[in-house]
């Protein structure tokens, strides 16, 4: 196997502990991947996650660090580098803080902004030369319809994703005769625990299929993109979200 088929197989997911980053990471690794799960503080969550991947005969490894900080990202992707070359990266950690603008805390707007576009900057950035040097890479970014068409009381959150976005955009263009895709997908409402005490019965009448999504809809998405099949695939941002937003 050549450096860069190795490289091929290994895919940094960033928030895998649960809901849709625990669900990429369970279908890249059944598509044959080796999967390091990063998560930020739910060791629990995390341990169960690795435990089921193993369990259906994956390949995988915890790695903790918050994507946000710019020491931990060092430490913790300086050490796995030593070990892996990771050709694929889904940067799925992401969090909510939601308020009416008005009453919005510089904290909640900080928090969010951070773990979004500084988590983007600190992990890819720790990342792409690698995927430069072996001329092939797969970024897969988790944005959200907010950042497509806002969302009251996620000024934040919607400014994030919205520059996570754009940060799509110029990355692909960056990248695209090195051989390394860079897309963002963009879900609606997925059934995890993000969507907190909203009103789902509320929600679902909102989505012209009337249900939520699942964090596997999402997965399948995002096996695609990562897969040889999406290699003309770059600079996107795909909707996945029941016909929401659609027009
Ligand atoms: P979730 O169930 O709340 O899971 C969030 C994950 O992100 C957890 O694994 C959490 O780790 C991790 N995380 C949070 N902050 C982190 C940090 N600073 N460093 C490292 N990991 C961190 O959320 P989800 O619904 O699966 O959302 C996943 C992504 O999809 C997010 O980017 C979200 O914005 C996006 N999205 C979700 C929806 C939806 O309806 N659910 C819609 C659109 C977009 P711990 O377990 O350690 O806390």
């Known amino acids: 196997m050549s450096a860069s088929d190795a490289q ?3 895919a940094l997911v960033t928030g895998a502990s649960r809901g849709i980053g625990r669900a990429i990471a369970e279908r890249l690794a059944a598509d044959g991947l080796h999967v390091v799960l990063n998560y930020r503080s739910n060791q629990a969550a ?3 996650a690795l435990a089921a991947i193993r369990e259906r005969g994956g390949s995988a490894e915890l790695c903790r660090f918050d994507v946000g900080d710019e ?3 060092s430490a913790a992707l300086g050490e796995l ?4 070359r990771i050709g694929v990266l889904v940067n799925n950690a992401g969090l909510a803080r939601d308020a009416a603008f008005p009453a919005m805390s510089l904290d909640a707007w900080r928090e969010v902004t951070r773990t979004t576009l500084d988590g983007f ?7 792409v030369m690698d995927m430069v040097g072996a001329r092939w890479g797969r970024i897969v970014n988790i944005t959200s319809l907010a ?3 806002g969302s009251r009381g996620q000024v934040n959150y919607s400014a994030a994703k919205a520059g996570l976005i754009g940060a799509t955009r110029s990355l692909a263009l960056e990248l695209a005769k090195r051989k ?4 963002a997908v963009a879900p609606g409402f997925i059934e995890t625990d993000m969507l907190g005490a909203l009103p789902t019965d509320e929600l679902k009448k909102l989505v012209p299929l009337q249900r939520l999504g699942t964090p ?4 399948g998405l995002v096996s695609y993109l990562v897969s040889d099949a999406a290699a003309y695939v770059t600079g996107q941002v795909i909707g996945i979200n029941g016909g929401l937003g659609a027009g």
């Open 8 to 10: 091929r197989r290994v």
């Open 46 to 48: 995390a341990e169960e």
């Open 71 to 73: 020491a931990e990202v």
């Open 81 to 84: 580098k030593s070990r892996h």
């Open 121 to 127: 900057f600190l992990v890819t950035q720790a990342l």
């Open 147 to 149: 950042g497509q068409i």
């Open 180 to 183: 390394i895709t860079v897309n």
């Open 216 to 219: 596997h809809e999402v997965a």
